[in-house]
């Protein structure tokens, strides 16, 4: 059974830094993509970030490059999402996600984190 689940939000003042982590289990990182998401209220989902278990590659929300690092842990089945220069407007839940490499929908989802950046 594939189970992801997230930790690392918190209240964090604007500039300031938190890094998520997201655990998952029953499977490998080698055979799927894994992203962030992230949902702030009255809006609609959004991708803040993905890696391929392929071949490494990255991809950012342009709201989000040069403050944002995605990365993987093999030896831990870790994902993490390091956020540096906080804004307010990052204030969200993150979701942490997976699809098999290839498949255009992610199938599997954490609980998500709340994030609050305070202005």
């Known amino acids: 059974e594939v189970q992801l689940a997230e930790s690392g939000g918190g209240l964090v003042p604007a500039g300031g830094s938190l890094r998520l982590s997201c655990v998952a289990s029953?499977?490998?990182?080698?055979?799927?993509?894994m992203g962030w998401f992230r949902q702030a209220p009255g809006k609609e989902r959004e991708g803040v970030s993905c890696?391929?278990?392929?071949?490494?590659?990255?991809h950012y929300a342009d709201s989000v490059k040069g403050r944002f690092t995605i990365s993987v842990d093999n030896a831990k089945n870790t994902v993490y999402l390091q956020m540096n220069s906080l804004k307010h407007e990052d204030t969200a839940v993150y979701y942490c996600?997976?699809?098999?490499?290839?498949?255009?929908?992610?199938?599997?989802w954490g609980q998500g984190t709340q994030v609050t950046v305070s202005s």
């Open positions: 996600a997976a699809k098999p490499v290839g498949n255009s929908a992610y199938d599997y």
């Open positions: 029953g499977f490998t990182f080698d055979d799927y993509a």
């Open positions: 890696i391929s278990g392929r071949d490494g590659s990255k």
